[in-house]
């Protein structure tokens, strides 16, 4: 048997196994992850990686973490057992198959639950998601917006830090921030270690600037746990033109 053949009877039996436990939409299951998978299967390679992606479009598609383990249950019933008709059991998973998957589907749900809330749990601050909304209030408000407002960014070097220290860091660089900026600015978490202040420009904006500057690496030192990731960098960034650029430099500074 070729190799294509045989992709596509693990496919057919590993859908058919699916549908038989409940699969509830047959025209969501086919996807190019899936026939990843099924390579890896059968070239005896690490599935991993596909496994992570192949998760991420379960969940990108819609599908449960239960439902998604299923089906993952059904592709290890039929790698394991010869007979035409299986019983997919999920307690049966290999510990790395079933991480692998529950990982890649819980990187999307976890992002798309960030990208939903205003509020970041850990900081207190906004989301990014907030942010951008209020940038596009801005642009449409004020039609000079990249002269009437501005960015205060402030970023810690987290990689000098491990564990919760990161964490930790983070959250007192947020202090510093809303202790600086306490008159209804937008206050916004942009990754884990970068932060934004979206602010009017004015003649107290280089004093505040430097202020959180001196709060910033005072809060930091305080802790020997987190004393590496400081000093913080803190600086102004211009806004660009339009409200699309602006969306792009949020990207990118978040990185």
Known sequence: MGVAQAERLLKSRWRTATMAAGWAFPADWPLAEVDEVCAAMLEDADPGDALVRLGRARAEAGAGLSETLLDLAALHAVLTESSHVVSPDVDALPSRMLRMTALGWADVVTKQAGECAAEDPLTG?????????????????????????ALVMLRIDVHRASGWSRVVAMTLASDALRAVFDGGETLASLGPCVAAVLVRRDELLARRVSNLRVLAADRLADDPHVRPVGPAKVWVEQLPDTHAEARALLTSLGR
């Open 125 to 149: 601050l906004a989301t990014a998601a907030y942010l951008r909304t209020r940038l596009g209030e801005v642009y449409r408000e004020t039609p000079v917006a990249s002269l009437d407002y």
